[in-house]
T-cell receptor, first 115, second 115 residues
Framework: AQSVAQPEDQVNVAEGNPLTVKCTYSVSGNPYLFWYVQYPNRGLQFLLKYITGDNLVKGSYGFEAEFNKSQTSFHLKKPSALVSDSALYFCAVRDGNNQGGKLIFGQGTELSVKP | GAVVSQHPSRVICKSGTSVKIECRSLDFQATTMFWYRQFPKQSLMLMATSNEGSKATYEQGVEKDKFLINHASLTLSTLTVTSAHPEDSSFYIC???????????FGPGTRLTVL
């Protein structure tokens, strides 16, 4: 079975400071890892993904994430937060050995960036 | 990029009625579609997986007779909430996997309110 954990319900950051949103995963096969952002009453917007290759993945809006196999983590980072980054962030995992396999989401982390 | 649409975006209905939500992949064919539900400030919970031309696979705890899923073509899946009750009020999000590149795309969601 696969699972995702986001240990923080909420992360508060001052504008201009670096931000980190944590994610750890568990999957039996090769992990395909994703980050999505959701604004109020909207669907999910894709930020970035790790399938294979370089452990540091760069995505939309200046976000990046680092795949760490030994720690089974895929933390989302941004060097300098913006107030407009305030939203709900979801980490997700899919078993890469299973074509068309289901995407399982973490519980979400609410990011609040204050001016 | 690939687009997934949902219709309607919002629906309000009376208790006991049935509501149909459509999910369409607009510019790609989807081998597999997923239906999720999301309660306020919570994660996306997978309800069911549907493959074109076959019966949907429901997650544990999801009533298949209450949440009818029809994946009639490679671009359309429908979710019908039968005999809706206030506890069915939620945000329903569909997702589709592209037949050509196995990428997963999300619809904008449908807000269902049952009075």
């Amino acid at each position: 079975a696969q699972s995702v954990a986001q240990p923080e319900d909420q992360v508060n950051v001052a504008e201009g400071n670096p931000l980190t949103v944590k994610c750890t995963y568990s999957v039996s096969g090769n992990p395909y890892l994703f980050w999505y952002v959701q604004y109020p009453n909207r669907g999910l917007q894709f930020l970035l993904k790790y399938i294979t290759g370089d452990n540091l993945v760069k995505g939309s809006y200046g976000f990046e994430a680092e795949f760490n196999k030994s720690q089974t983590s895929f933390h989302l980072k941004k060097p300098s937060a913006l107030v407009s980054d305030s939203a709900l962030y979801f980490c997700a995992v899919r078993d890469g050995n299973n074509q068309g396999g289901k995407l399982i989401f973490g519980q979400g982390t609410e990011l609040s960036v204050k001016p | 990029g690939a687009v997934v649409s949902q219709h309607p975006s919002r629906v309000i209905c009376k208790s006991g009625t049935s509501v149909k939500i459509e999910c369409r992949s607009l510019d790609f064919q989807a081998t597999t579609m997923f239906w999720y539900r999301q309660f306020p400030k919570q994660s996306l919970m997978l309800m069911a997986t549907s493959n074109e031309g076959s019966k949907a696979t429901y997650e544990q705890g999801v009533e298949k007779d209450k949440f009818l899923i029809n994946h009639a073509s490679l671009t359309l899946s429908t979710l019908t909430v039968t005999s809706a009750h206030p506890e069915d009020s939620s945000f329903y999000i569909c997702s589709a996997i592209s037949r050509t590149n196995n990428e997963q795309f999300f619809g904008p969601g449908t807000r269902l309110t049952v009075l």
